[in-house]
């Protein structure tokens, strides 16, 4: 049977380069995004893509959306953390019930795989490192908890109804198209933003905290990969090296040809200190390893914004 996609949030940052990477395997794809904090400019025109502007929330979009379609990579979700913590109802009206409905939708329509968005945020403040999918989950957040219920609703259609899903728990994804807002990685779009112009990046803290960063072409890579897999459960897409805040500077400062020292600025009380997964189940699972170091990560972000120097 020929396969059709449908990408949930498929306008958003890794939404689209996940799009982009199905429709260059020749899959056809649909989308559907309601542009809360998507683009349509973020995609390409191509006669193998559909875009259907409309919410997850709304069955009949979703219904319309779900029709005749093979397989679901579902990331449409309320992304901010804050306003998880702000407004814990409305974030979780999108982020459980969108995906309660989704789950739903492809059950009905007999699609067979979903693979759908979590984040690293359901393991909150780690007891060891690297992470593996066994750690304890404690989520900081509403929004870390809204994807743990996501996580345990997706193991519960796999009982009670056959439906094949893996949950990727994203670590700090970066890259050409992500919001400088973006809780997760949107520290290096920012401090790109103010190092090109001579400014000093502010980082929270003495700098020696650190992140798992991952390209989002490998992720966009791994989400294929997942659709096409069948493994069921979670897994983590981490690149498995720990980065601190001062070494991405350093990077960046190479990168853009800068020698602006960063401001260090009160640490802020809700940060984690240090977050690192283990990639040893996605090599395992998915059968491939991130291929983009940061560095080639951070080049081609910075050849891709045309700033390389
Ligand atoms: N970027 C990261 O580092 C990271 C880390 C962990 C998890 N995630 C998860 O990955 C997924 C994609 O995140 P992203 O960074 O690309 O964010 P993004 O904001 O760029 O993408 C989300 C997309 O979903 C759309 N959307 C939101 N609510 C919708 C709704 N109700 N109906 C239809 N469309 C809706 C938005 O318009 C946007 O296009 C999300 O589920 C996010 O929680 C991202």
């Known amino acids: 049977m020929e396969e059709k996609i449908l990408v949930t949030g498929g306008a958003g940052f890794i939404g689209s380069h996940s799009t982009e990477a199905l429709l260059s395997c020749g899959y056809k794809v649909r989308i559907i995004d309601n542009f809360s904090s998507g683009d349509r400019d973020n995609l390409p025109a191509h006669a193998n893509l ?22 679901c990579l579902h990331l449409a979700a309320q992304v901010s953390v804050a306003h998880s913590v702000e407004e814990p109802c409305d974030s979780a009206e999108n982020n459980i019930m969108g995906t309660l409905r989704v789950l739903e939708a492809a059950r009905d329509h007999g ?17 060891n490192l690297p992470l593996t999918e066994a750690a304890r989950l ?18 519960l259609f796999k009982e009670l109804h056959g439906l094949s899903s893996l949950g990727l728990r994203y670590f700090n994804v970066y890259g050409p198209r992500q919001s400088p807002t973006s809780p997760y990685a949107g520290v290096i779009t920012r401090f790109v933003d103010r190092l090109r ?26 989400n294929v990969l ?29 990168g853009l ?48 914004m045309k700033l390389a120097r």
């Open 50 to 71: 559909e875009i259907i502007e409309g919410d997850i929330r709304e069955p009949q979009s979703l219904r319309r959306a779900m029709s005749g379609v093979t397989k």
């Open 226 to 254: 997942a659709l096409f897999a069948d493994q069921n459960g979670v897994c983590n897409v981490a690149s498995q090296c720990s980065t601190s805040l001062l070494q991405l500077v350093e990077a960046l400062q190479f």
């Open 138 to 155: 404690s989520p900081l957040s509403p929004y870390g908890l809204e994807k743990w219920v996501n996580e345990r609703y997706a193991s």
């Open 111 to 127: 699609v067979a795989r979903v693979v759908y968005a979590s984040s690293a945020a359901v393991y909150g403040e780690p007891e």
């Open 257 to 304: 040809g800068s020698h602006v020292s960063p401001h260090l600025n009160e640490p802020r009380g809700e940060d984690i200190r240090h977050s690192l997964g283990s990639a040893e189940r996605l090599v395992d699972w998915l059968g491939e390893a991130p291929l983009y170091t940061l560095d080639e990560g951070l080049e081609a972000y910075l050849a891709d």
């Open 197 to 222: 112009v001579g400014q000093a990046p502010t980082i929270y803290g003495d700098g020696k905290q650190t992140r798992d960063f991952i390209y989002v072409a490998d992720v966009a890579r791994f």
